[in-house]
């Protein structure tokens, strides 16, 4: 009869423990506990936010629940389910988020009231007039969503195999020629995969300025057809002959990193500084951004209109939103993000403190990054590049 | 009334549970792939989901593709499970090849994405193998590496598939060869009769329904599995269920019932290959019990 | 003749036996390594950083572990409780519809449970069963539950219906028949049933999502954006620390078995 005894304690022990996760839960949602649905694919942010951000929450009494998601899309679109359902407590409080996913989020009105003039931080560091806070990948914010940092999309590259890094689209085709197999591209319905082929269809249309303009259809496609032949033409010189794209960034700085391709890029100036820290990245790697300017935009935080813990959930966006946490987010060694707030608006101190960070070897200075910037486009345009590049490219 | 109603009120709860969430779920699924219940709540019938999929060149080959792939995987498994299961025998039953066994039961222990994961680490160009092949000499640098996973062949995922589910179809096979060996190798022994002709004549005819059958689960699973296309898979075309996936999750809303959609295609035609195998099971059954 | 022949197998199941063993190594050979790529095939720095990361930095782990654990034994009982009537009753009685009952209960060993779940998920979202360890837990009834009913259908088939008809005779009534008579035979049946339903259930990685949503986090879960990118040492840990679970599964199987089948003999004898 030891078998059943045996039974017996391990049903007991199932109970228990169920119990156990049921009380959990319900805890949960009477302390103050903020549930934060952001990408996770990234140590050092994860780390900012587990090790920095988490423990001084902690100290003002909120438990700030980290949930790492593949694509926010996914919880953008349990959202909009939810709201069809008409499901009132939602598990998200902040979504972290911006271009075609806010739009995506303003259209189907999954986000809150506009609050960001509620919060201390916003009004006393933030410069709301300017067209980076007031305009999403050209939609108006309008108080919906908070700017937590601004990136700006670089190259990367292993300086030892490349010795000239190229300089625009035109040279990086010579260069990919030179060089077969050894550069490669997320797909187009990865976030940075997309922004490489945008900036693809700047230059050869002769400029950014053509496409400020609301999306027309019918001039999209006259003006993508260069950009497909570009992409045709150097595909049988990328990795895997072009059979194949990596699906993901991830992917894709997992082949740079091995050594597989000798570039690879992304949002995220100082990126390249913290993997080489980590180890994952070669010593010897630099970066670049291209002769006519690379995309820059501003990402941002917002809560959901099912989030049960919204008046938190502004405290942690205001905290988030402070110089403090603002010049440990920008500092390499934690994330190395940019502000979004201006430094102009901080106090002395403090500005002092920003400049004498350093954002390592291999991330360009400040001054050479803003000279190069160039501002993102309606989020339109994103998803007629996502189904054309498919369409047009991906299938051969 | 009480003794009549008995087995059906034990088998309630089960029943009751797969019932719901499983038929329910896939009654629910063919629902909204035809109208029913969509984005805005509204219903009305249409088969236009089905007219877009069978006309869209995009799931036509990747439907083509995860059949092929599935019956490549499944053959060679099968092949390759005859052949462990014959070397095995043929070295006969002491310590050594009892250890042996429990060595092709390992992939076992991996889950299949872990799997597809060890296969990458293997056999990508910068990979561990490219790297030995480097040393010894037999590459002369990383592109001299064939290309194995992520290429149109899927030979990674055929890979992967076969590390995995070789040993399911052994661990389906081993209780029908030992049930044989007890009750008759001694005696076909005592008539003279060498391994390798027992084998072949008693053993491997005994063992073939069960091997077709188990062969057929294993393609109807490879036919459906996602974790390791997704992981291993080209762009384009991608498996039947990577590409429904994308088209939930990545599509417009209105997208979702063509997703549904290829979820029914995919449950009927797993439904048809269960069915085979059910029979096939049936006759190696029956063929046995004459024994 | 004979002697060389079984030479010429071993050598033949000396190369398959390498071949299985192959992928294993990279995992272990990552899991230690830092700046480890190509050409190099033996890491030249050897650490522990990874496995610091997984099992001391990362908050995530334990609650991975916690809640796959969660999991997999609830899934485990709830299916022993359903399946043992349900075995009970498909091996001991004939009745009608029984072919379809029984296709019915075995379909998810065929047909991906995805399909369904997708079906289900906006059910799931008004019964607030999404990102919820108990919706979880009841997706991951569907594909085990078929395994638990065949593993007790086997015991059942060996259960000599006479024992229990000499009890009834001797007036135990049905809950003792079970306890005395029935429980103790089926054990083996229950033990592998639990066996293939935990691992199945720990290797879930698509229904866990679907449902959970990323927010009921399992080593499945955690394990995967590091085998889709990043780092290599970090996903070579985590998948060392599922094939460790799956080890000490079967380890407990096997001895669990064994003392069974010990008892048993000597019961016999």
């Not at chain 3, 259930?201 to 949503?213: A, C, D, E, M």
Request: charge should be positive; charged fraction near 20%.
């Amino acid at each position: 009869m030891k078998q059943k005894s045996f039974l017996i304690n391990l049903v007991l022990l199932v109970i228990l423990a169920m119990l156990f996760v049921g009380c959990g839960k319900n805890k949960d949602n009477s302390e103050k506990t903020v549930s934060m649905y952001m990408w996770g694919g990234s140590e050092s942010i994860n780390n900012y936010m587990d090790k920095w951000v988490a423990p001084r929450l902690k100290g003002k009494g909120i438990k700030l629940n980290r949930v790492p998601v593949t694509n926010i899309k996914d919880t953008i679109n349990k959202l909009i389910t939810e709201k069809q359902v008409g499901k009132d407590d939602g598990s998200v409080d902040i979504l972290w988020l911006n271009g075609e996913n806010f739009r995506l989020s303003k259209e189907s009105k999954i986000l809150s009231e506009p609050f960001v003039d509620t919060l201390p931080s916003y009004n006393k560091y933030v410069a709301v007039n300017s067209p980076e806070v007031k305009y999403d990948f050209g939609e108006e914010t309008k108080g919906l969503e908070a700017p937590w940092g601004k990136v700006q999309f670089v190259f990367i590259y292993d300086s030892e195999k490349v010795k000239t890094p190229p300089k625009s689209f035109k040279q990086l085709k010579i260069w990919i020629k030179d060089n077969p197999g050894k550069f490669s591209y997320p797909v187009s319905e990865d976030f940075t995969g997309n922004a490489f082929l945008r900036q693809g269809l700047f230059e050869l249309n002769g400029g950014y300025e053509k496409f400020m303009t609301d999306f027309n259809e019918k001039a999209m496609e006259g003006e993508s057809k260069p950009l497909w032949k570009y992409l045709n033409e150097i595909e049988p010189y990328l990795w895997q002959q072009g059979r194949t794209y990596p699906e993901n960034l991830s992917k894709l700085d997992k082949l740079y990193s091995n050594g597989e391709v000798w570039m690879t890029m992304g949002y995220d100036e100082a990126r390249a500084e913290s993997e080489i820290k980590r180890g994952s990245f070669p010593k010897s790697t630099k970066t670049f951004v291209l002769d006519s300017g690379t995309l820059a935009n501003t990402h941002f935080l917002s809560i959901p209109f099912n989030s049960n813990h919204k008046s938190d959930a502004k405290e942690v966006i205001d905290f988030l939103l402070s110089p403090e946490a603002q010049i440990a987010k920008f500092n390499p060694d934690n994330w190395g993000d940019g502000l979004s707030i201006d430094i102009n608006k901080l106090s002395v101190e403090d500005a002092k403190k920003i400049n004498a960070i350093d954002r390592g070897q291999s991330t360009l200075s400040l001054k050479e990054l803003q000279s190069h910037r160039i501002p993102e486009i309606k989020a339109d345009y994103v998803k007629f590049i996502e189904k054309g590049w498919n369409d047009n490219v991906a299938k051969k | 009334m009480w003794q009549k109603s008995r087995p059906y009120i034990l088998i309630l709860p089960s029943l009751l549970i797969i019932g719901t969430l499983f038929f329910g779920g896939l009654i629910l699924g063919v629902l909204q792939s035809l109208g029913f219940m969509d984005v805005e709540g509204n219903s009305h019938f249409t088969i236009n989901a089905y007219k877009q999929l069978i006309l869209s060149k995009d799931f036509t080959n990747s439907l083509v593709l995860t059949l092929k792939v599935a019956l490549v995987s499944s053959v060679l498994s099968g092949v390759l499970a005859i052949v462990l299961i014959r070397l095995l025998f043929m070295l006969g039953e002491n310590r050594k090849t009892a250890i042996f066994r429990k060595i092709f039961q390992m992939p076992m222990l991996v889950p299949h994405i872990t799997a597809a994961y060890l296969i990458m680490l293997l056999f990508m160009k910068s990979g561990w193998l490219s790297s030995i092949t480097y040393f010894v000499g037999i590459t002369k640098s990383m592109d001299a590496f064939p290309i194995v996973v992520n290429d149109p062949n899927s030979l990674g995922i055929i890979l992967t598939y076969i590390w995995k589910e070789t040993p399911f179809i052994m661990l389906m096979i081993f209780p029908i060869m030992s049930r044989i060996q007890d009750s008759w190798l001694e005696i076909a022994q005592v008539f003279g009769a060498r391994r390798q002709e027992f084998f072949v004549e008693v053993i491997f005819p005994l063992i073939i329904p069960t091997w077709l059958s188990s062969m057929l689960i294993v393609f109807a699973f490879t036919f459906s599995d996602f974790e390791v296309p997704y992981l291993l898979g080209e762009t384009y075309p991608k498996f039947i269920s990577v590409y429904s996936y994308n088209m939930y999750y990545n599509g417009q809303l209105s997208d979702r019932p063509m997703a549904l959609a290829a979820n029914f295609i995919l449950a009927i035609i797993t439904a048809m290959i269960g069915g085979l195998a059910y029979k096939l099971a049936k006759k190696g059954y029956t063929k046995e019990v004459r024994w | 003749m004979k002697k060389q022949g079984k030479g010429t197998y071993y050598i033949i199941i000396g190369i398959l036996l390498l071949a299985f063993l192959l992928p294993f190594i990279p995992l272990v050979i990552n899991s230690f390594a830092y700046n480890f790529r190509w050409p190099r095939f033996i890491p030249s720095n050897v650490t522990l950083r990874a496995f610091k990361y997984v099992f001391y930095e990362n908050s995530n782990t334990y609650e991975a572990i916690l809640n796959t654990l969660i999991i997999a034994i609830s899934v485990v009982v709830i299916d022993v409780i359903i399946a043992v009537p349900a075995a009970f009753s498909l091996v001991r009685y004939e009745f009608k519809g029984k072919f379809i009952i029984k296709a019915v209960l075995f379909a998810p060993i065929i047909i991906p449970s995805f399909t369904a779940i997708m079906g289900m998920y906006v059910v799931f979202i008004r019964l607030s069963l999404t990102e919820s360890i108990y919706g979880v837990i009841l997706a991951h009834i569907l594909p085990t539950l078929p395994y638990m009913l065949k593993a007790l259908m086997v015991s059942y088939g060996t259960l000599d219906i006479a024992l229990e008809q000499q009890a009834m005779v001797l007036g135990s009534g049905p809950i003792s028949r079970f306890i005395y008579i029935s429980l103790p035979h089926i054990l083996p049946g229950i033990v592998t049933g639990a066996s293939l339903t935990f691992l199945i259930s720990i290797s879930q990685y698509f229904l866990t999502f679907l449902v959970g949503g990323g927010k009921v986090i399992t080593i499945s879960i955690v394990m995967f954006p590091f085998i889709s990118g990043g780092d290599n040492a970090i996903g070579s840990v985590y998948g060392l620390l599922f094939s460790s679970l799956a080890i000490i599964n079967l380890i407990l199987i096997d001895l669990l078995l064994k003392k069974y089948y010990k008892k048993r003999y000597f019961k016999i004898i």
